[in-house]
């Protein structure tokens, strides 16, 4: 009986040391999830994202470059469809691990994505929020865990930007796709100006009024057009929200208001746009006849829809080109870089899309 205990008491302490030949080192960007900063919000807690693949001491398994957290505003926003998808195909061609979540457009549902991905000690983040002004709340909580962070789509102010060196915003300069915008319909034979009154009579619809693209996207497509020396009148601006159905109604019930005075539809993005369209031709309507319809992001949709002369325009925002130098920006806070003021803003441009060029955007 005493060798039976012995022999085990010898197999326990073999066991004991194999666990610990495994398990060393210490843990890397191992910082707990912090305080959000900001006014406690009664909210279901979400389901916690997946936990990256990681080897036993919490670094990346073997044969990655790294694990990388993804937040994504909302996962059924056109664009933002293209965007997320090409980020992981760049991320895990180059052999990182990456989780991608879903905010579902709540913001205090993303604040515990980003605190999940902090508590597993991802080697960096990229997020594109749901709310721009939360930006300040989560450069603080990424800052104090001390991870590299790259903010997409949404662009903060360069103060909150400054609160963290560890930091840079990809996007485009939303204000270029209103100019844009506005001087597609100059480019057209009348510049807007179908029923020769002597201006331009339009109707705006806008994406979140909140978010800084839809607001220079709104005042900049105008500006085009006065700058220029265009006489226009605003018939209405509603809110949208990125959203084709909704796009549809305010352009169906715009016509139904003013009809034939109606000489230009701008639209904050080609979700909406589309919307627009289907509305526009149920009402006989006829787009670059009479009337002029625009957008914002050069989806499949809309190209195919300038192709077929049923859109005046669209302006692409290369989510490909901002997902390539969101990784780009991320690699080099990975390898130690750092931002200073003025800095930590970095553009894609966008490029003006006409039945003239179309061809060349189209898969």
Do not use: H
């Amino acid at each position: 009986m005493k060798k039976k205990l012995l022999a085990l008491f010898l197999a326990s302490i073999m066991v004991l040391g194999l666990l610990a030949g495994c398990g060393g080192g210490n843990d890397k960007n191992s910082g707990g999830g912090s305080n959000d900063g900001g006014q406690q919000q009664e909210v279901n807690t979400p389901d916690p994202a997946p936990a990256p693949e990681t080897g036993g001491d919490n670094t990346p398994a073997a044969g990655s470059a790294g694990t990388i957290g993804v937040c994504i505003y909302k996962f059924d926003d056109a664009f933002m469809t293209t965007y997320r998808n090409a980020l992981q195909e760049i991320l895990e061609g180059k052999g990182y691990q990456v989780t991608v979540v879903d905010g579902n457009n709540d913001q205090a549902k993303q604040n515990e994505q980003i605190n999940t991905f902090i508590t597993q000690g991802v080697d960096a983040l990229i997020i594109n929020p749901v709310m721009t002004s939360a930006a300040a709340t989560i450069i603080d909580t990424v800052k104090t865990a001390d991870i590299p962070t790259v903010l997409i789509n949404r662009e903060p102010t360069a103060e909150d930007m400054a609160a963290y060196e560890k930091l840079v915003y990809v996007g485009c300069d939303a204000a270029q796709s209103g100019t844009f915008q506005g001087e597609l319909i100059l480019d057209t034979a009348n510049k807007g100006d179908i029923n020769g009154d002597g201006k331009v009579s339009y109707i705006m619809i806008q994406g979140d009024p909140e978010n800084i693209d839809a607001k220079l996207r709104t005042e900049y497509s105008v500006k085009a057009l006065t700058d220029a020396g265009v006489e226009v009148e605003e018939l209405n601006l509603t809110r949208g929200d990125w959203d084709r159905e909704k796009g549809q109604t305010i352009c169906a019930n715009d016509l139904a208001q003013f009809g034939e005075k109606i000489e230009v539809v701008f639209c904050n993005n080609d979700d909406m746009a589309v919307g627009a369209l289907q509305a526009i031709q149920s009402a006989g309507r006829k787009v670059n006849e009479d009337i002029y319809l625009v957008g914002v992001d050069a989806l499949d949709a809309a190209l195919n829809e300038v192709q077929a002369g049923n859109m005046t325009g669209t302006v692409l925002n290369d989510a490909n080109g901002q997902a390539a130098q969101a990784v780009k920006c991320m690699e080099a806070l990975l390898n130690g870089s750092t931002y200073g003021a003025g800095e930590q803003s970095v553009y894609v441009d966008y490029v003006k899309v006409t039945p003239d060029n179309v061809s060349d955007f189209m898969k």
